[in-house]
């Protein structure tokens, strides 16, 4: 069910990232030495740098397993790679992030001197890198979590060389030395809110858990519309991927009979696929020929919704034939 890639944009892209990852480091490297020479945060600052520099290295690497086709080992495929990558990356970030209070705070009670003009020289330069890492990943950074985090991580290291910047002007000309502790705890913060307001979607993706933007029970509503459907129960619907869904669910025909459900089944995959961007469904057919109990017990079990239940004893019977088997485990309308 993946999507369709066009190769050569893919290389394009991963020749931006590798340069991107290029710039990252050179911007780390002229901070480190304008940290040491000026006596500066900047080679805190630096470590933050050498994270970005990481982190789209990673991401990269990421992009790259992500493409492998499924196999024996991994049936659906390795989009999740960059999921796991960009956990790394909000996790390395967050411990950046507490790292920089933890220097700004032994900088408030054991404070420098500081050379301002170093400082402000180190980060016009960072401010030029910084945009240039931004222009080159900001078209992938729409559609990709792990590259999101990376230009988010560089759109606030350019607005925290502007800070900086602007402490070393304050140190020149007012010796207000303590601005350049307060930009660095500014720079903290803005680390640790970028890294814990993307850190929850990171670990739905990877828990299986509903796509944010789709609502559950609408989902069962819009299937239980469809013509010919009495009723559904097993749903289950989690990403795959980024940005593919995928969906199972038990599907109870007003018919009971397996020719159907068949006659259903493309309505309802057409419903998911233009309602819910679903392309990805295993539908099973739940008939009540052979009930032992009351038929009404499969419309109240149906509009029950789907993961409550987990035993499977729903007072009927699942028809597991083979024309089921041909259709619904190998049909995933990939």
Same mark, same amino acid.
């Given at each position: 069910?993946?999507? /369709?890639?066009?190769? /050569?944009?893919?290389?394009?892209?991963?020749?931006?990232?590798?340069?991107?990852?290029?710039?990252?480091?050179?911007?780390?490297?002229?901070?480190?030495?304008?940290?040491?020479?000026?006596?500066?945060?900047? *080679?805190?600052?630096?470590?933050?740098?050498?994270?970005?520099?990481?982190?789209?290295?990673? %991401?990269?690497?990421?992009?790259?397993?992500?493409?492998?086709?499924?196999?024996?080992?991994?049936?659906?495929?390795? /989009?999740?790679?960059?999921?796991?990558?960009?956990? *790394?990356?909000?996790?390395?970030?967050?411990?950046?992030?507490?790292?920089?209070?933890?220097?700004?705070?032994?900088?408030?009670?054991?404070?420098?001197? *500081?050379? /301002?003009?170093?400082?402000?020289?180190?980060?016009?330069?960072?401010?030029?890198?910084?945009?240039?890492?931004?222009?080159?990943?900001?078209?992938?950074?729409?559609?990709?979590?792990?590259?999101?985090?990376?230009?988010?991580?560089?759109?606030?290291?350019?607005?925290?060389?502007?800070?900086?910047?602007?402490?070393?002007?304050?140190?020149?000309?007012?010796?207000?030395?303590?601005?350049?502790?307060?930009?660095?705890?500014?720079?903290?913060?803005?680390?640790?809110?970028?890294?814990?307001?993307?850190?929850? $979607?990171?670990?739905?993706?990877?828990?299986? %858990?509903?796509?944010?933007?789709?609502?559950?029970?609408?989902?069962?509503?819009?299937?239980?519309?469809?013509?010919?459907?009495?009723?559904?129960?097993?749903?289950?619907?989690?990403?795959?991927?980024?940005?593919?869904?995928?969906?199972?669910?038990?599907?109870?025909?007003?018919?009971?009979?397996?020719?159907?459900?068949?006659?259903? =089944?493309?309505?309802?995959? =057409?419903?998911? $696929?233009?309602?819910?961007?679903?392309?990805?469904?295993?539908?099973?057919?739940?008939?009540?020929?052979?009930?032992?109990?009351?038929?009404?017990?499969? =419309?109240?079990?149906?509009?029950?919704?789907?993961?409550?239940?987990?035993?499977?004893?729903?007072?009927?019977?699942?028809?597991?034939?083979?024309?089921?088997?041909?259709?619904?485990?190998?049909?995933?309308?990939?």
């Amino acid at each position: 069910m993946g999507q /369709g890639h066009d190769h /050569g944009t893919d290389t394009m892209n991963d020749g931006r990232l590798a340069a991107a990852v290029a710039v990252n480091v050179l911007l780390t490297l002229a901070q480190i030495i304008g940290g040491v020479v000026s006596g500066s945060l900047l *080679i805190a600052d630096a470590l933050h740098n050498l994270n970005d520099a990481a982190s789209l290295a990673l %991401a990269l690497f990421a992009r790259k397993i992500g493409r492998r086709p499924a196999d024996k080992l991994m049936t659906f495929g390795y /989009g999740r790679a960059e999921v796991v990558a960009a956990l *790394i990356n909000l996790t390395t970030l967050i411990i950046v992030g507490l790292y920089l209070i933890y220097e700004a705070v032994n900088r408030f009670l054991d404070p420098q001197p *500081i050379d /301002g003009w170093i400082v402000i020289w180190v980060a016009g330069i960072a401010l030029v890198i910084d945009v240039a890492t931004a222009v080159l990943v900001y078209a992938q950074s729409k559609n990709s979590l792990n590259i999101k985090a990376a230009f988010l991580h560089n759109v606030s290291d350019a607005m925290a060389s502007v800070g900086v910047i602007a402490a070393g002007l304050l140190i020149l000309v007012y010796d207000l030395y303590v601005a350049d502790l307060i930009i660095t705890l500014v720079i903290s913060a803005y680390v640790l809110w970028q890294g814990f307001s993307l850190l929850p $979607k990171t670990i739905r993706l990877l828990m299986g %858990a509903t796509p944010d933007d789709l609502e559950y029970d609408r989902i069962v509503s819009a299937v239980q519309a469809v013509p010919g459907v009495r009723g559904l129960h097993h749903v289950h619907v989690w990403s795959l991927d980024e940005h593919n869904r995928s969906l199972e669910a038990h599907i109870v025909p007003e018919v009971d009979t397996l020719e159907a459900f068949q006659a259903i =089944k493309a309505s309802v995959r =057409k419903v998911l $696929k233009t309602e819910f961007s679903i392309d990805h469904a295993t539908l099973e057919p739940c008939l009540s020929t052979d009930m032992g109990s009351d038929p009404g017990a499969v =419309k109240a079990h149906a509009s029950g919704g789907g993961g409550a239940h987990r035993g499977h004893d729903h007072g009927h019977k699942h028809q597991h034939g083979s024309e089921h088997g041909r259709d619904d485990h190998r049909d995933h309308d990939r």
